[in-house]
C-alpha cells in the first residue's frame, strides 16, 4: 500500500527527513513510532500528498506521490495531528459537508460507528478532544478510502478516549482497510499493531512485525509469584537446577533468570514436584518502551 525508499525533506538548511524506508502493506495496521521532532508529521504530510520531498521515491495507493497534481487522487483518509472543523457545524453537518451532500447513508453509519449519534446534532466547537477525534477518523472515511494515514490520533487524549479510538482503528482493520497511525504511546502500539516503525531524528531506526520485535527482545527471565512464602532450602534447589543461571526473591515473588525459554519445563516441574502452588508464571517481555529508550539513547 504504501513504499518509501530514500526520502528526504529539507526545511531551508536542516533535514527534517535524511532516509527514510517505509512498507505498509494491505489490510495491516502500521505504527509509526518516534520522539518529538523525529520526523512523523513530515513523512506523514508527503504520504498524504501535502508536502514535497527532497528526495526519494514514496508510491501511496500504487501512486507517485512526488508527481500527484492534487492530493485528493490518493483517496486516502487523513487524520491530521489537530483536526480543526467549523465549530457553528453540527457533528451530522460537519460529515455532510465533508462528503459533499452525497453519501447520507454512510454519514449516518459513521456517526453510530464513532458513538456520536447521539451527538449529531451538537455544535463540533463544544466537543470534548475525544469526541472531535472520533469526528475526525469518521471525516477521514467519508468517502470510503482503503488507506488511512493519521496522524497522534489518540496522544492527545485520556485513558477511556485512547481505547475509544484504538478500537475504531481495530474495527478499520476488520473492514479491510490499511492504517497507518503515528504515536509515541508505545502501550498503543502493543496492543493494536502489526508492524511497527521506528524514526530518530530524520532516520528509520527499524522496521519489523510487532510479534518479531517481541520474540526478538524477550529475555529469558521468569517472574514466579507464589501463592505462599516458599523455604530457603527449596529456594536453594530451584537455584542449582540445570539452566537456571540466577533467582532472587523479592517482595513476594521470583525472579528467575534461565539460560534460554526450553528451561520453563524444569523450572515448573521442579514446582509441581515440591507442590508450590503459584499465582502466576510468566516470561518477561522486553517492552517497547525499554526498547524505544535504548534505540533513542544508544544512538
Ligand atoms: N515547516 C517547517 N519548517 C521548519 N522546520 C520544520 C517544519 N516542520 C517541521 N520542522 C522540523 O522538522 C523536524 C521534524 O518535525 P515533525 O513535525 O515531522 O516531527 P514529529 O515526529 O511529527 O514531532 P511531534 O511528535 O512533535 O509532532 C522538527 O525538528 C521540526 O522542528
Known sequence: MITVKGLQKKFKNFYALKNVDMH??????????????????????????????????????????????????????????????????????????????????????ILRWTGLLDARNRRVGGFSRGMKQRLGIGAALIRNPELLILDEPSSALDPEGRSEVLRLIKDLKGMGKTILFSTHILDDVERVCDTVGMIDAGQMMFEKPLRQLQKENTQPIFDIIPAHSVESNILNALERLTGVVSLTKSEGSLTVKVADNTVSVSVMRFLTDHEIVIESFSLRKTRLEDLFLHGVNTK
Open 24 to 109: 505498509v502493506k494491505k489490510g495491516e495496521i502500521y505504527g509509526f513510532i518516534g520522539p518529538n521532532g523525529s520526523g512523523k508529521t513530515s513523512t506523514m504530510n508527503i504520504l498524504a500528498g501535502l508536502s514535497r520531498p527532497a528526495q526519494g521515491e514514496c508510491t501511496v495507493n500504487g501512486l507517485d506521490v512526488t508527481k500527484l497534481t492534487h492530493p485528493g487522487d490518493l483517496k486516502i483518509g487523513y487524520l491530521p495531528e489537530d483536526p480543526k472543523f467549523y465549530p457553528w457545524m453540527t457533528a451530522h453537518e460537519t460529515l455532510d459537508y465533508l462528503s459533499g451532500g452525497r453519501n447520507t447513508g454512510h454519514t449516518g453509519e
